[in-house]
């Protein structure tokens, strides 16, 4: 099964920006979505971006504008760029892979990296 890896995360202040990078073991060409959540504690699992194979995306609303997701699949990287970085972005990033996808719900998510911690300063 396909394994993920992020980095890029760490103690940023506010207005900065991180570009988060997520590997993938094997090829991603096939999986229909990747996408990047976030945790902090005591809450959910909250999506903060999607992409399919295709290339669609789905953003969250909280950092719509601020955020992107892109994918490239011959290099089964996924990334997460993250500008005008704000204190309430604080959290555990995590990358995920939903190969049989067939919306953008947390349900199709098969395969989760370790997660990634953002930090950011007021």
């Known amino acids: 099964q396909v394994q993920l890896v992020e980095s890029g995360g760490g103690l940023v202040q506010a207005g900065g920006s991180l570009r988060l990078s997520c590997a993938a073991s094997?090829?991603?060409?096939?999986?229909?979505?990747m996408g990047w959540w976030r945790q902090t504690p005591g809450k959910q699992r909250e999506m903060v971006a999607g992409?399919?194979?295709?290339?669609?995306?789905n953003i969250a609303d909280s950092v719509n504008g601020r955020f992107s997701i892109s994918r490239d699949n011959d290099k089964n990287m996924v990334w997460l760029q993250m500008n005008n970085l704000k204190p309430e972005d604080t959290g555990v990033y995590y990358c995920?892979?939903?190969?049989?996808?067939?919306?953008?719900?947390?349900?199709?998510?098969?395969?989760w990296g370790q997660g990634t911690q953002v930090t950011v300063s007021s």
């Open positions: 992409i399919t194979s295709g290339g669609s995306t």
């Open positions: 995920g892979a939903a190969p049989l996808a067939t919306g953008w719900e947390i349900e199709g998510y098969e395969h």
């Open positions: 094997e090829s991603i060409y096939f999986i229909k979505l």
